[in-house]
């Protein structure tokens, strides 16, 4: 789909091949040529995935993610200047997203939220601190 809109792929082949070999997420990162905003938050992503709390996982993948992906995606689309018959793997992607998202993932993850915080305020802290700080790494 990336290629349909003749966006450059080098460094994700890049860093898919040093995953390949074995590099950590870490170590393909550094080797590849990419913003430092886009490591910081693809390594933000991997930490809270791999060493956070059950409550900083559910916020940061929830608002950071799941929350936010459909409305970003449509307004994609709706200020797009790229005809959809010019794209449709691209436009299959946005929109597959913007469905998924909206209509399953984030519902599903807001229920797991509401059941998990249910009259335990403390765990409200840690989540609203993970959605705060994903937010913040998607902004940047």
């Keep these: 789909a990336m290629q349909e809109v ?3 792929v ?13 590099c950590t997420v870490t170590e393909a990162l550094s ?3 990419i913003p430092l905003a886009i490591k910081s938050f693809v390594m933000s992503t ?18 950071g993610r799941e929350d936010v ?15 959809p018959e010019e794209a449709p793997m691209f436009v299959y992607y946005l929109q597959r997203h913007i469905a998924l998202d ?18 335990k305020e403390d765990s ?3 989540l609203i601190d993970a959605a705060i700080l994903a937010v913040n790494q998607r902004i940047k």
């Excluded at 991997?46 to 608002?63: C, R």
């Design 6 to 8: 003749n966006a450059d």
């Design 102 to 119: 909206s209509e399953n993932h984030g519902p599903a993850i807001q229920k797991i939220i509401n059941e998990m915080t249910e009259g």
């Design 46 to 63: 991997i930490d809270t995935a791999t060493h956070g709390s059950l409550m900083s996982v559910l916020g940061s993948f929830f608002y």
């Design 69 to 83: 992906i459909p409305s970003m995606f449509q307004c994609l689309l709706d200020s797009w200047t790229v005809h």
């Design 10 to 22: 080098s460094s994700i082949h890049k860093f898919v091949d040093y995953l390949q070999k074995g």
């Design 124 to 126: 409200l802290g840690e």
């Design 31 to 33: 080797q590849i040529d």
